[in-house]
């Protein structure tokens, strides 16, 4: 049988050539900046189990509620592809005992696909790519901020300049209870005028009534009492030291105490980046991080804190072009061959092997076409340099290199082609 029609998932996209270098280019400044800061690469696998997210993300949540891609394999087990990084390299950390390892804090930083059940629309995918950087096992505010600077550093690399940090404190478990207790008492008399889902959340966790979309607008959500009016003195000044390292090296910020992460497991240093690039649209947040002390027990480790941050590199991209920042795209050719009869065309082969080895970024025509169509090809690739060999040139020994910027046209033997183009760079 023919398929016919087969389209690609919704809320998934092709990545094609001509914008995959705008990742590739990304994907290596973000690996750049990784290696100044000493933060290495962890790959986990795509699936876990799902009982990683139910317990590490949260049950209450909207991403285990209701975005997992959850299936059960051939073995009956459940599994869910990762809708987010920190679950599994914290799995991670504790199965590989990496609390044991000589250098701590643990840097990690991961890049990759990630995928959630969503509405798509603009900014939101249900397949997108993470980069992440998560430190494990220090729980000085100053790691905090290195956190945070790195996600700012990464957009200011980019060229970004529009961008707002939010920041907030969730306060260690005893400030998060108070904080809790008022939350319930301040909400519960007109719990009925909200959506379903807050009024599941008045039970579950009422700190993430704070973040519900639907409900923004309630009067009642700009009276609700603020976490940083029951942070416990620990949490006030472990706060205070973050942002003093924020100011110190120069990184602007606004507090934000409404600002509540979608995910359980924060406490303390919450934070989230915003485009405020105009014409960006409605979802601006490009990065959300926090810390969370209490994680890496959850899913069997020993008691050790850690922070970390996610960001997307679709609403990175988004926001580059809000701002109008040109990533460089196309790779030139160094030199396009243009070998004309038989014996010019096996020549070729070879000749095309060794400036690929060394160095070169080098093509031929491999439709058959004509002197004037290889020329055309040559200028689409943006090349530097034709080399033409015909008969009569091969029979001199020589090929004649044409720069395509300059026009200048020069016999060059063929034995000195290779440092011929490497003297012409
Ligand atoms: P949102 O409130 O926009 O749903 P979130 O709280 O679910 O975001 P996180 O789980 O914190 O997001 O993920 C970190 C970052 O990943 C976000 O700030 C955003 O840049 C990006 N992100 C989250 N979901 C998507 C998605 N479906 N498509 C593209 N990027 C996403
Ligand atoms: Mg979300």
């Not at 050539?17 to 290495?40: S, T």
């Not at 620990?234 to 910020?253: A, G, N, P």
């Not at 934000?256 to 240093?269: A, C, E, I, Q, S």
Request: charged residues 30%; negative net charge.
């Amino acid at each position: 049988m023919r398929l016919s029609n087969i389209q690609i998932p919704r809320g998934t996209q092709d990545i094609l050539p001509g914008v995959v270098e705008k990742w590739q280019f990304i994907e290596k400044k973000a690996k750049e900046i990784c290696g100044k800061f000493q933060y290495k690469e962890i790959r986990t696998p795509i699936f876990e189990q799902t009982e990683l997210f139910q317990r590490s993300v949260g049950d209450t949540t909207d991403i285990v509620q209701k975005e997992m891609y959850t299936f059960e394999d051939r073995g009956g087990r459940s599994l869910t592809l990762r809708p987010e990084g920190t679950a599994a390299v914290v799995r991670s950390y504790a199965e590989n005992k990496m609390y044991g390892q000589a250098v701590q804090p643990v840097k990690l930083y991961y890049f990759g696909p990630m995928f959630r059940y969503e509405r798509p629309q603009a900014g939101r995918y249900r397949q997108f790519v993470q980069f992440g950087i998560e430190a494990i096992g220090s729980d000085d505010p100053s790691i905090d901020a290195e956190v945070i600077s790195l996600a700012m550093e990464l957009y200011r690399e980019l060229g970004l300049k529009k961008l707002r940090l939010v920041i907030n404190s969730l306060g260690d478990s005893s400030s998060r209870k108070a904080h809790r207790d008022a939350l319930i008492a301040h909400f519960k008399p007109s719990i009925g005028e909200f959506c379903g889902d807050c009024q599941q959340r008045l039970e579950t966790n009422p700190l993430r009534i704070l973040d519900c979309k639907k409900d923004r607008d309630h009067e009642l959500m700009k009276t609700a009492p603020s976490i940083l009016d029951y942070l416990n003195d620990e949490s006030r000044s472990y706060f205070e030291k973050v942002k003093k390292h924020l100011t110190d090296m120069q990184i602007d910020f606004v507090v934000d105490p409404t600002l509540v992460r979608g995910l359980d497991y924060y406490n303390h240093t919450a934070f989230e980046i915003m485009s405020e690039a105009e014409g960006f649209g409605a979802i601006t947040t490009l990065c959300g991080g926090g810390r969370y002390n209490g994680l890496v027990q959850d899913v069997g480790g020993p008691d050790q804190p850690g922070i970390g941050f996610a960001l997307s590199i679709e609403r990175l991209l988004s926001a580059l072009d809000a701002e109008g920042v040109e990533l460089p795209h196309e790779e030139a050719v160094d030199c396009y061959i243009i070998a004309l009869g038989d014996e010019a065309m096996d020549y070729s082969m070879p000749l095309l092997q060794q400036l690929r080895r060394e160095g070169f970024s080098a093509e031929k025509d491999y439709m058959g076409r004509k002197m004037k169509a290889q020329f055309k090809a040559a200028e689409r690739l943006h090349a530097q340099h034709v080399l033409i060999i015909g008969e009569d040139e091969l029979e001199k020994g020589l090929a004649v290199i044409k720069d395509l910027q300059t026009g200048e046209q020069k016999d060059v033997p063929l034995e000195n082609i290779v440092s011929f183009l490497k003297r012409e760079g």
